[in-house]
């Protein structure tokens, strides 16, 4: 790659704040930006070993920033992972990873994952037919208790329901043909809080509370957030999270029992850090983006840094 080649792309159908923030910090690293669309490359299969046009891009990117992976069909998932993946064995630093991004996008990969690692996470149940999962809701809303069930692919509390024996299963075209069913975690006093731990290579860097009215504690569900010290157990659990899932950055979202026992219930690769900068009195692209540039610098062994 060229050395001169000073221009990065951030992968976002959706810029907005969090793009404005990001391109500001490059520019502070004297780095120009782009955004760009994964459903606007192409890979061009010809045997040159140049495969994937990106647009705007003559030469390959220093680095990519993904920032927004698109839903689709199953077939333009992969296709933009598979754009990733080839950009990413190609040398060029991808932030973060695509591999990673499999790992977290996949909310059943991530539980498996945390669990046999030893990381306390809510147990969860994953199955494709209907019968199982009512076999599953039945038993464990038996005696009153309620249990959530989840998109697989989810995100920001859409599509997630609680459910009880009452309200029986739910049959929606959301959960694509899986139902990821996870024991519902009472918190103390019934409060509606739970925990985001931004990490950062490996470590914890800011953490907020989100308080909601009502279960779900998603700032996009209208959860306020509030400023967090960071005790030990906290940062060292979502650190233990991140280093499983070889993760270079994540919001990690933890929430509490009623006995004070920490449960990991989502590591987020691509997490928005809206809320949270309300919270924290520094910059967290700016943190984002000295992290992504030191990957940059490591792989490419530049030293204008
Ligand atoms: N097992 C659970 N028990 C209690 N509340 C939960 C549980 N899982 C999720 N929640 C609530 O739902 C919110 C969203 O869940 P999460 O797994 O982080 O999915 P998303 O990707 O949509 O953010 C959490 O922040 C929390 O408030
Ligand atoms: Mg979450």
């Known amino acids: 790659m060229k050395?001169?080649?000073?221009?990065?792309?951030?992968?976002?159908?959706?810029?907005?704040?969090?793009?404005?923030q990001l391109t500001r910090s490059l520019k502070d690293h004297g780095l120009e930006s782009q955004?760009?669309?994964?459903s606007d490359?192409?890979?061009?299969?010809?045997?040159?070993?140049?495969?994937i046009f990106i647009?705007?891009?003559?030469?390959?990117?220093?680095?990519?920033?993904?920032?927004?992976?698109?839903?689709g069909t199953l077939e333009q998932v992969i296709f933009r992972l598979n754009i990733l993946h080839a950009l990413y064995n190609s040398g060029i630093t991808v932030y973060n990873t695509p591999k990673a991004i499999e790992r977290t996008v996949d909310k059943a990969l991530t539980s498996l994952?945390?669990?046999?690692?030893?990381?306390?996470?809510?147990?969860?149940?994953?199955?494709?037919?209907?019968?199982?999962?009512?076999?599953?809701?039945?038993?464990?809303?038996?005696?009153?208790?309620?249990?959530?069930?989840?998109?697989?692919?989810?995100?920001q509390g859409v599509g997630i329901h609680l459910l009880d024996n009452k309200s029986g299963l739910?049959?929606?075209e959301k959960?694509?043909?899986?139902?990821?069913?996870?024991?519902?975690?009472?918190?103390?006093?019934n409060e509606y809080t739970d925990i985001r731990v931004l990490v950062v290579d490996g470590v914890a860097k800011a953490a907020m509370l989100r308080r909601g009215k009502e279960w779900l504690t998603n700032c996009a569900q209208g959860a306020s957030c509030e400023s967090l010290i960071l005790d030990k157990n906290i940062a060292s659990l979502a650190e233990s999270a991140c280093k499983i899932l070889n993760i270079d950055y994540a919001g990690v979202d933890l929430i509490q029992d009623k006995t004070g026992c920490f449960y990991i219930i989502e590591v987020n690769s691509i997490p928005a850090w809206y809320g949270l900068q309300s919270v924290v009195d520094y910059e967290i692209a700016s943190c984002l983006i000295d992290s992504f540039v030191k990957h940059i610098a490591r792989i490419n062994?530049?030293?204008f840094f």
């Open 41 to 51: 490359c192409i890979i061009e299969i010809n045997g040159t070993g140049k495969e």
């Open 113 to 155: 994952l945390l669990s046999r690692a030893g990381i306390p996470t809510p147990t969860t149940w994953i199955c494709e037919t209907p019968e199982h999962a009512k076999i599953i809701l039945d038993k464990e809303t038996a005696n009153g208790k309620q249990i959530v069930l989840k998109p697989l692919f989810g995100s």
């Open 3 to 20: 050395k001169s080649q000073r221009k990065v792309a951030i992968v976002t159908d959706d810029p907005g704040w969090h793009g404005r």
């Open 170 to 172: 739910i049959l929606d």
């Open 175 to 189: 959960f694509a043909g899986v139902y990821y069913l996870q024991r519902f975690i009472e918190r103390l006093n």
């Open 301 to 303: 062994q530049l030293s």
């Open 35 to 38: 955004y760009v669309s994964l």
């Open 55 to 71: 647009p705007g891009f003559n030469t390959p990117p220093l680095g990519i920033f993904v920032r927004g992976v698109p839903g």
